[in-house]
Nanobody, 120 residues
Framework: QVQLAESGGGLVQPGGSLRLSCAASGSIFALYAMGWYRQAPGKQREVVATITGDGITGYADSVKGRFTISRDNAKNTVYLQMNSLKPEDTAVYYC??????????????WGQGTQVTVSS
């Protein structure tokens, strides 16, 4: 069984920084693309940033220049460094990953979500 576990959310003032982490665990054969999504109250879930297995990154226009996604393949972990946070970044942040498990089945996995609140 494969699981994603996020950490690092919390309350921060506007202009502050947070670093989210998401570790994949369980019966993993291969880990492919990973990403971060967010969902604010009353809004649809949206993509924030993605990173391929080769390290190619993509960002939503709203976070370009402020957020940085990275991964440590040895630790099966993806990170999201968030700088210059704004109140509109407030949302539940979810980790997502495409993983082939030990039975060689490709699955799309989600973490449980971590709350990020930007407020003074």
């Amino acid at each position: 069984q494969v699981q994603l576990a996020e950490s690092g959310g919390g309350l921060v003032q506007p202009g502050g920084s947070l670093r989210l982490s998401c570790a994949a665990s369980g019966s993993i054969f291969a880990l492919y693309a990973m990403g971060w999504y967010r969902q604010a109250p009353g809004k649809q879930r949206e993509v924030v940033a993605t990173i391929t297995g080769d390290g190619i990154t993509g960002y939503a226009d709203s976070v370009k220049g402020r957020f940085t996604i990275s991964r440590d393949n040895a630790k099966n972990t993806v990170y999201l460094q968030m700088n210059s946070l704004k109140p509109e970044d407030t949302a539940v942040y979810y980790c997502n990953a495409d993983i082939i498990d030990s039975d060689y089945v490709l699955g799309d996995y989600w973490g449980q979500g971590t709350q990020v609140t930007v407020s003074s």
